[in-house]
């Protein structure tokens, strides 16, 4: 069966909350910021919307019920989505589907979370009951640890090199001095890259997100109500989601992606190479190789030579993480979910300022999320196209 | 190769000694599991009881038909290392003070990825896993090379993984006891530093004596275990210098409960076996408690030995069934406490040995060496529960099936 298109089901009013490294003030605080500055962005009072979608690492004991009534909203349809990397693209696929059936009209979609000292290393040894088991008590190295092994285990299969993976981090942070609320605010060369304090071998400092504290949100609604609003807005194209695929590849080589990518470029009706900029899930380089290889751009195993032959910055041939991507403007916990969705929102409404792309008008998104044990389980992605072409 | 580890520097007293961080304790009850067939010395994963799937990590259902019943079944520790990494950066403090700590990726044949310690002789390729307690007591998995090396023990991740008497002082708490000569001997051959063996009433002469004291980096002290001061004196002395006690005093006098009148040797058998070790506990316990994280001689574990009848009663050694049973319990409350320090507490159960109170039960009975033997490889694999002898290992098995079985099969001849 095929499936239904996202017709006259618009996203719209991005606003990121810049990010601090750490905040004493809790989650409620960021995603009240969050929430805040899409309605501010579209001209909305709280009252207006009747949809809200929530991810948050930190908000315990409160979930999205808890915020409506912390933030006095009144929404007819609620989300709560535990699913960290990926919770973007998934808050837009539900909340699309919800404004499409008319169970709501107008949908705020909010990623935020805090970073209060030793906040991360608390949310580590007890992130999900299989890391508590049987991934932390093993040197506690965290996601570090995970994907270093994945790392390990991708570069000696493909022959991937740290210079590959460093092209990626040197272009996202040349990109991030455009960015002026991104963490990161010095060039980074790859000779930097290369003799950086390692982390968890192979893996080193600037293969690693900073944690932080920082919210994201944009606005889901129909094209006529943004057009009455005046507002630029975003077409969604196509989507896919996915959930533990995979399972019984030994070491984690590929994501979910590779199960639904036909799909996706069979709905958006277009082809990776259409794509003005690409917004891959960063919390380390080797993830972002694995999406554009997964999502079509290259065969499995020559993400690496594929990416060494492009410009991955913001005037190069393949714009990737034009704000700089988490690796270089900070992992806000579950806003890093929403980072490159709502700087696409941007980027294909020409909205996007200091990091602009020139004509960009149709972008890939993708988002990958929870190291439950020792790989990522959630993968999904969407391609959006400006709304005024 | 692994380096040899060498023997610690003297203490420096004006120094703080380091505290005893423990590695991460969290735990579902699934992976309680893990835990409890570590503390026996097993390699055993979860394995569907209707598919046959192997499950990892420890699971509530089976990942490819959802039964829930799971048991733990022993599994071939063969895999191969297919990925993995140095850690040189932990916001745990425990892993923090270790700093760089080896870990992978263990692919078994059973089609579950592990991931693991590793051992520093480990490459990629095959590796055999062992299954041990951590210091916070909880059931790690760990990868070593195939075949055993010189110095294996010796790596210091390993090392964590059990309480090697290498380099460290051991106080063993009764001289007269007929299993204390094999004891000192098994403790020293594998490396202890000094072993300090505890004499209650010195001026009772007793055989063997001038042999142990004339052992080389052996030293008999004054220890006796019903008298208070006796033990608070002696922890004044050695309590910072025990790194591994093992209290191996014992009270005894057969007969069954209506054969006796009084309760003299009950009082005698509850007196040394269970106050006894109650005694210790509180003199030593503290000190070895603060001890834990105490360097290559940290303390490291306290054993007691006691009958495999503490599990469930010989009805012919009625009060000494009973005294064991106490200590038995006592001991799980002090390996409850201890553990907050890294201390590891060990039950070795024994069956009947070969002296003059068991004179009338048949064998096979338990050799002092094979004792002696079971409790060093027990220090060694950091175990917490050790049967030793033909005797305890088919009663703490009948014990597992069916305690009440056990129960009716041991009062056979009783009561007549």
């Known amino acids: 069966m095929n499936r239904l298109a996202y017709d006259d089901v618009v996203l719209a009013a991005p606003h990121s909350v810049p990010y601090i490294r750490y905040s004493n003030d809790p989650a409620h605080y960021w995603a009240a910021k969050g929430l805040k500055g899409t309605l501010d962005a579209a001209g909305l009072r709280p009252d207006q919307i009747d949809g809200f979608s929530v991810a948050s690492f930190t908000l315990f004991p409160d979930s999205a019920v808890g915020l409506t009534q912390h933030l006095g909203l009144c929404p007819r349809w609620l989300d709560n989505i535990p699913m960290g990397g990926a919770s973007g693209i998934v808050a837009l696929r539900r909340a699309a589907r919800a404004v499409q059936a008319g169970d709501a009209d107008i949908v705020a979609c909010v990623g935020a979370d805090t970073n209060q000292i030793d906040s991360f290393r608390k949310l580590l040894t007890a992130f999900s009951r299989f890391a508590m088991d049987a991934s932390y008590p093993y040197g506690a190295g965290g996601p570090n640890a995970n994907f270093a092994l994945i790392t390990d285990r991708y570069m000696a299969e493909y022959g991937a090199t740290r210079e590959d993976f460093g092209h990626i981090a040197v272009a996202q942070r040349a990109n991030a001095l455009r960015n002026p609320d991104a963490l990161m605010k010095t060039p980074l060369t790859l000779e930097q890259y290369i003799a950086a304090r390692p982390v968890a071998d192979p893996i080193a400092l600037f293969d690693c997100v900073m944690p932080c504290a920082g919210a994201e949100a944009f606005l889901v609604m129909r094209e006529d109500e943004a057009q009455r609003r005046g507002l630029p807005f975003a077409r969604i194209d196509a989507t896919i989601e996915r959930h533990n695929a995979f399972p019984d590849d030994p070491v984690q080589l590929r994501g979910g992606w590779a199960m639904d990518v036909d799909q996706l470029w069979q709905m958006a009706d277009c082809a990776p190479s259409d794509m003005d900029l690409v917004q891959t899930y960063d919390d380390y380089p080797v993830i972002s190789v694995m999406q554009f290889e997964d999502l079509g751009f290259c065969a499995k195993g020559e993400g690496a030579a594929f990416l060494r032959a492009r410009d991955l910055t913001i005037t190069g041939d393949l714009p990737h993480n034009t704000n700089g991507g988490q690796l270089s403007a900070g992992q806000a916990g579950a806003a890093g979910g929403y980072i490159g969705l709502v700087e696409a929102i941007r980027q294909v409404t020409r909205t996007a300022g200091p990091t602009q792309v020139g004509d960009a008008s149709r972008a890939l998104v993708s988002g990958f999320g929870m190291i439950n044990y020792d790989r990522g389980v959630c993968s999904a992605a969407a391609v959006l196209t400006g709304g005024a072409s | ?416």
């Open chain 2, 1 to 416: 190769m692994t380096d040899p580890l060498q023997p610690p520097p003297k203490k420096n007293p004006q120094v703080r000694s380091p505290l005893a961080h423990l590695p991460p304790v969290p735990r579902s009850r699934a992976a309680l599991g893990l835990t409890a067939r570590a503390a026996e010395g097993r390699f055993a994963l979860q394995q569907c009881a209707d598919c046959g799937a192997v499950q990892y990590p420890p699971r509530d259902a089976c990942r490819v038909c959802l039964s829930t019943d799971l048991p733990w079944r022993d599994q071939p520790p063969m895999g191969a290392l297919i990925a993995e990494t140095t850690i040189r950066i932990s916001p745990d403090l425990y892993f923090r003070d270790r700093m760089p700590w080896r870990m992978g990726t263990v692919r078994l044949a059973s089609g579950v990825s592990v991931l693991c310690h590793l051992h520093g002789d480990v490459r990629k390729g095959p590796v055999r896993l062992i299954l041990r307690l951590d210091r916070a007591g909880q059931g790690v998995i760990m990868a070593l090379p195939e075949q055993e090396g010189p110095d294996m023990a010796d790596d210091p991740q390993l090392r964590e993984l059990g309480a090697d008497p290498k380099h460290r002082r051991v106080l063993i708490t009764d001289a007269r006891a007929p299993t204390t000569r094999a004891l000192v001997r098994a403790l020293l051959d594998a490396g202890a530093a000094t072993v300090f063996v505890g004499e209650a009433e010195p001026w009772r002469r007793w055989p063997g004596r001038d042999a142990l004291a004339a052992m080389d980096r052996v030293e008999i002290v004054p220890l006796d275990l019903t008298d208070s001061a006796s033990v608070r004196e002696a922890a004044g002395t050695l309590g910072g210098k025990t790194d591994i006690l093992i209290n191996n005093a014992a009270f005894l006098r057969p007969g069954g409960l209506l054969e006796r009148s009084d309760t003299v040797f009950a009082q005698q058998e509850l007196e040394v076996n269970y106050l006894g070790l109650m005694r210790l506990a509180q003199g030593f316990g503290p000190m070895m408690h603060a001890r834990g994280g105490d360097g290559v001689n940290s303390a490291a574990a306290w054993v007691n030995i006691l009958s495999a009848h503490a599990l469930a009663a010989d009805p012919a050694h009625a009060g000494y069934s009973a005294a064991s049973a106490a200590a038995l319990s006592l001991t799980q409350s002090l390996r409850a406490e201890m553990r907050g320090g890294g201390v590891r507490v060990m039950t070795v159960l024994t069956g009947p040995p070969d002296d003059e109170w068991h004179a009338e039960i048949p064998p096979p009975k338990v050799a002092p060496r094979a004792l002696a033997r079971a409790l060093v490889d027990g220090l060694q694999r950091g175990l917490e529960e050790v049967a030793c002898g033909d005797v305890a290992r088919d009663l703490v098995e009948r014990w597992q099936r069916d305690a009440k079985v056990l129960e009716r099969e041991l009062a056979e001849g009783a009561g007549r």
